[in-house]
């Protein structure tokens, strides 16, 4: 598949089948993580495979109650490793280590389209929640959740704004 038709069908999709997803694919989410950029090659970030029922439903719960995490064969929580702080101060906090994460989950995610799997990019959670269900080190700040699976159909796309409202040329 070509990347731009993997940008094209990426949907976020809240609806899976229960299939399990095969170790060979795993890998190829797992390469697509670990292929990403990041600032300074620090690779600055940590991904949780989560596959236990009881886990993912407190995730679920922890992201204000999408339930349709929980029912993901894998979700994926992307973590920001927050000592990236010591090569570059507050900005590589605040800024580098989350790109770092971003870009990652990105490249799984249009892996995720040519492997035939769905994700949706879950953003809005109870950090602290998530800490706890993760136990989580100090040093590691979660960014996403991703539930990745077989899809159970394909929304329509979304509207995008139109270009002339993004770019901007100088």
Wanted: glycine fraction near 6%.
């Amino acid at each position: 598949m070509e990347v731009f038709e993997a940008i094209k069908k990426r949907r976020s999709i809240r609806n899976f089948l229960e299939k399990e997803i095969s170790k060979e694919k795993e890998e190829r989410l797992i390469e697509a993580l670990r292929l990403a950029p990041s600032a300074g090659n620090l690779q600055s970030r940590r991904f949780y495979f989560v596959k236990d029922k009881d886990r993912k439903e407190k995730l679920a719960e922890a992201a204000i109650f999408q339930n349709f995490i929980s029912v993901a064969p894998l979700v994926v929580v992307g973590c920001a490793d927050l000592r990236i702080e010591k090569h570059y101060g507050k900005r590589g906090k605040d800024i580098y280590a989350i790109c770092d994460v971003a870009v990652a989950i990105e490249n799984m995610m249009l892996e995720a389209i040519e492997l035939g799997l769905g994700t949706c990019w879950v953003g809005a959670f109870d950090e602290k929640k998530v800490i706890n269900i993760l136990n989580l080190p100090k040093n590691l700040k979660p960014i996403a959740i991703v539930p990745v699976g077989y899809p159970d159909g394909i929304p329509p796309a979304t509207d995008r704004k139109p270009k002339e409202e993004l770019i901007i040329e100088k």
